[in-house]
C-alpha cells in the first residue's frame, strides 16, 4: 500500500481523494488544508488537519493547491522522508523544494460536484530519479492506463495547449450562447453542434475536420457574417480567427 | 407516404436520404444531382437523374446543394406542385423562387462516411404558409423530435453562433494539436480534455463553465504562456481570446 498524503481542498484535491479511495495499492492517510471549513468534507473518511506541524509520515505527498502557493506548502516537507509531488500543469518540478521530487498532473478540466471518469484522463508524470517515478507510475495506474513521462518544458507547453482547446473553445461557447440570446433563441440548439465538433476530432485530426466559410475561402459568407456582429469584439475575433485559418491552409498548399 | 425529391449528392443529401430510407411517413423517390458520378452511391436504392427537366412529382423537393446554386435550382421548380425547401443555414427562404417555399435546416457537421444520429439532431424549420410548416414537421418528425420553428433572419444569426462553435473551435483544437507537435508530444493527451469541456456545456452554462488564466485575471500566467507562443498568429490569437474573456466578466460585475 502506497501511503499517500494529500495536501489541499480544491477539486483536484477532491476528485483525487474520490479516486484513490477504496484503491487496494493506494491508501490516503491524511488530507492537509488550511481552513477547517474546506476540510469538514474529508473529516468523516480520512484524517485531517489544518496544521502544517502534523503531516502523518507518508510515502508521498501530492499537493494540490493553486500554483503560487506550491512552493511555500513544499518547504514544510523538506525534512519528510517521502516523495512529493505537485499537481499543476504549469509549473516546472523545480519549484518544490525537498529533493524528492515529482509531478503527477492529471490533464483535466475539474468541476466541483461532476463526478470525473479518471479512466479516460491521462497522467503526466515528471520525477526526479528513476525511484520515485516509479511510485508515481504505480500511483497513476491505479486510476488511468493512459500515462506519460513528460518534462517541465514540455508539460508548461502542454498546459498552455490546454488553456486554447478547454478555457478559450470555452469562451467561443460562451460567444454563440450570447448570439443565441440576441437571436432569442436557446442555447439548446448549439449543444449537440458542440459535442459533435469535439467528438469528430477523437479520431480525426483538427486539421482534416476544418470546415466553414474561412476554409473554404469564402469572402462573401465572412463579410455577411461580420456585418450581422454588433459586438466589436466578436467582430474582431471573427476576423482573426478567419484569417489564421486562411493563414493556416495556405501555408499548407 | 410524404413522397419527398432530393437534389443533391453531397454530405447534407447523402445523410438526409439514409435518415430517410426505410422511415414509413416518407418516401424518397428520387434523388436528383448534376453530376452522374456521385448519383452512383443512390443508384441502387432509388430512381437517380441529372437532368432537372426529369424531375418526378412529389410533395416535397428538398434541394441540399451549395448556398450560390440554390436559388438556380429552384428555378427549375416554379412549374412543380410540391413544396420546395433548402437546407441551409445562411439563406433565406426567399432565395428560393416558387411560392411554395420552405426551410428545412438540420444544425449539424456532417462528415462524409461518419454516420450521424439524427434523434439529436436540432432541426429548424420555417415556411411560407402554414400548410407547408405541416409537412416539414411531419418530416422533421421522423428523424428528430428537436423540432424549433425559426425565421430567416434568426437562422442567419444562428448559423453564425454555429461558426463560432464548431469551425472556429476546431481551429482552436488545431492550434492545440499544433503546439502539441512542437513539445514533441501526441495530440491523445488533449482529446479528453476537448470531450470533457464539450460536455460541461451540456449542462451548464458557458459563462459558468469559464475558467483560466483570463477568467482569474492572473497576469502573470498570461505573460508566461504568451512567452512561449513562438507563431505570431497564436500569440495575437492568445491575446485577444483572454481580453474578450477579461471584458466579458468585468461587464458581469
Given at each position: 500500500?502506497?501511503?499517500?498524503?494529500?495536501?489541499?481542498?480544491?477539486?483536484?484535491?477532491?476528485?483525487?481523494?474520490?479516486?484513490?479511495?477504496?484503491?487496494?495499492?493506494?491508501?490516503?492517510?491524511?488530507?492537509?488544508?488550511?481552513?477547517?471549513?474546506?476540510?469538514?468534507?474529508?473529516?468523516?473518511?480520512?484524517?485531517?488537519?489544518?496544521?502544517?506541524?502534523?503531516?502523518?509520515?507518508?510515502?508521498?505527498?501530492?499537493?494540490?493547491?493553486?500554483?503560487?502557493?506550491?512552493?511555500?506548502?513544499?518547504?514544510?516537507?523538506?525534512?519528510?522522508?517521502?516523495?512529493?509531488?505537485?499537481?499543476?500543469?504549469?509549473?516546472?518540478?523545480?519549484?518544490?523544494?525537498?529533493?524528492?521530487?515529482?509531478?503527477?498532473?492529471?490533464?483535466?478540466?475539474?468541476?466541483?460536484?461532476?463526478?470525473?471518469?479518471?479512466?479516460?484522463?491521462?497522467?503526466?508524470?515528471?520525477?526526479?530519479?528513476?525511484?520515485?517515478?516509479?511510485?508515481?507510475?504505480?500511483?497513476?495506474?491505479?486510476?488511468?492506463?493512459?500515462?506519460?513521462?513528460?518534462?517541465?518544458?514540455?508539460?508548461?507547453?502542454?498546459?498552455?495547449?490546454?488553456?486554447?482547446?478547454?478555457?478559450?473553445?470555452?469562451?467561443?461557447?460562451?460567444?454563440?450562447?450570447?448570439?443565441?440570446?440576441?437571436?432569442?433563441?436557446?442555447?439548446?440548439?448549439?449543444?449537440?453542434?458542440?459535442?459533435?465538433?469535439?467528438?469528430?476530432?477523437?479520431?480525426?485530426?483538427?486539421?482534416?475536420a476544418q470546415t466553414g466559410p474561412a476554409r473554404r475561402g469564402d469572402q462573401k459568407s465572412i463579410q455577411a457574417h461580420l456585418s450581422l456582429l454588433a459586438n466589436p469584439i466578436h467582430a474582431e475575433l471573427y476576423k482573426k480567427i478567419s484569417q489564421a485559418i486562411q493563414k493556416h491552409y495556405e501555408e499548407e498548399l
Amino acid at each position: 500500500m502506497l501511503r499517500t498524503v494529500i495536501i489541499g481542498t480544491g477539486h483536484v484535491a477532491t476528485h483525487l481523494f474520490h479516486a484513490f479511495y477504496g484503491a487496494n495499492t493506494v491508501e490516503v492517510v491524511q488530507v492537509v488544508g488550511r481552513r477547517e471549513s474546506s476540510l469538514a468534507k474529508f473529516a468523516g473518511a480520512v484524517a485531517v488537519s489544518h496544521n502544517f506541524e502534523q503531516l502523518a509520515d507518508a510515502d508521498l505527498y501530492l499537493i494540490a493547491v493553486k500554483d503560487d502557493a506550491i512552493a511555500q506548502v513544499s518547504a514544510h516537507l523538506t525534512h519528510k522522508k517521502g516523495l512529493v509531488a505537485h499537481t499543476a500543469g504549469a509549473m516546472p518540478m523545480h519549484c518544490l523544494l525537498p529533493e524528492n521530487r515529482g509531478v503527477f498532473y492529471p490533464l483535466q478540466t475539474f468541476t466541483a460536484g461532476q463526478p470525473v471518469d479518471f479512466a479516460t484522463i491521462p497522467i503526466c508524470l515528471e520525477a526526479q530519479n528513476k525511484a520515485s517515478l516509479g511510485i508515481l507510475q504505480q500511483l497513476a495506474a491505479t486510476i488511468t492506463e493512459k500515462v506519460y513521462e513528460i518534462d517541465s518544458e514540455q508539460r508548461k507547453k502542454l498546459h498552455l495547449a490546454a488553456v486554447f482547446v478547454n478555457n478559450f473553445t470555452n469562451h467561443l461557447y460562451n460567444i454563440g450562447e450570447t448570439l443565441c440570446q440576441q437571436a432569442h433563441l436557446p442555447f439548446d440548439l448549439l449543444r449537440p453542434l458542440i459535442l459533435e465538433t469535439a467528438q469528430k476530432v477523437q479520431s480525426l485530426s483538427p486539421t482534416q475536420a476544418q470546415t466553414g466559410p474561412a476554409r473554404r475561402g469564402d469572402q462573401k459568407s465572412i463579410q455577411a457574417h461580420l456585418s450581422l456582429l454588433a459586438n466589436p469584439i466578436h467582430a474582431e475575433l471573427y476576423k482573426k480567427i478567419s484569417q489564421a485559418i486562411q493563414k493556416h491552409y495556405e501555408e499548407e498548399l
